[in-house]
Nanobody, 125 residues
Framework: QVQLVESGGGSVQAGGSLRLSCVAS????????MAWFRQAPGKEREFVAA????????DYADSVKGRFTISRDNVKNTVYLQMNSLKPEDTAVYYC??????????????????WGQGTQVTVSS
């Protein structure tokens, strides 16, 4: 059984920063790509960023490119999302996810079969 636990969310003003963490257990974490998604009220879940199993390849949604950085520590079984220059439109619940196929870094939610419980990020103007 895979378990993902996110933390680090909170409320910040526009321009501020937050660092999200996701600790994974129950699977060979270091051999799987990982991703972050987010979902705002009334909107569909959307891709934010993904990182390869080694951490050598990353992918970002255009809306966060240059502001967010995804990274991982395979010793700690943890993936991070550093969020800088936050905007009110970044307000959402943020989820980490494990793909069904270990090398997949897809941008669609159906490509991921394990999800964390989510952590709320609220950015005020």
């Amino acid at each position: 059984q895979v378990q993902l636990v996110e933390s680090g969310g909170g409320s910040v003003q526009a321009g501020g920063s937050l660092r999200l963490s996701c600790v994974a257990s129950g699977r060979a974490f270091s051999s799987y790509a990982m991703a972050w998604f987010r979902q705002a009220p009334g909107k569909e879940r959307e891709f934010v960023a993904a990182i390869s199993w080694s951490g050598g390849i990353s992918d970002y949604a255009d809306s966060v490119k240059g502001r967010f950085t995804i990274s991982r520590d395979n010793v700690k079984n943890t993936v991070y999302l550093q969020m800088n220059s936050l905007k009110p439109e970044d307000t959402a619940v943020y989820y980490c996810a494990v793909p069904e196929h270990r090398y997949s870094m897809g941008r669609l939610p159906y490509e991921y079969d394990y999800w964390g419980q989510g952590t709320q990020v609220t950015v005020s103007s």
